[in-house]
């Protein structure tokens, strides 16, 4: 098993910029993939971000040239770091690991972007 704590959420002015923090119970070179997701009031929750095991990494449209994955391999922690954020930005952001064919998610950490 995994469990995931996210961290990093705050009350930010548009065009200004956080990082996310998710730290893993276990070693991240075990699993497989890590992501961001992100849920906004009354809409389906929706991929941002994925860094694999490899190093590779994908980004939402929406997101593409703003938000930068990373790792930390020695800390166990995955980041999210997010620049330029707009006020469509808002919402609660959950950490997931794929391991071992199973998917685990963080509590998630809300980000609100004041325009």
């Known amino acids: 098993q995994v469990q995931l704590v996210e961290s990093g959420g705050a009350l930010v002015q548009a065009g200004g910029s956080l990082r996310l923090s998710c730290a893993a119970s276990?070693?991240?070179?075990?699993?497989?993939?890590m992501s961001w997701y992100r849920q906004a009031p009354g809409k389906q929750r929706e991929f941002v971000a994925r860094?694999?095991?490899?190093?590779?990494?994908n980004y939402a449209d929406a997101v593409e040239g703003r938000f930068t994955i990373s790792r930390d391999d020695a800390r166990n922690t995955v980041y999210l770091q997010m620049n330029s954020l707009q006020p469509e930005d808002s919402a609660v952001y959950y950490c997931?690991?794929?391991?071992?064919?199973?998917?685990?998610w963080g509590q998630g950490t809300q980000v609100t972007v004041s325009s």
């Open positions: 276990r070693s991240i070179r075990s699993i497989n993939e």
């Open positions: 860094i694999t095991s490899g190093g590779t990494t």
């Open positions: 997931r690991a794929k391991f071992q064919f199973a998917s685990y």
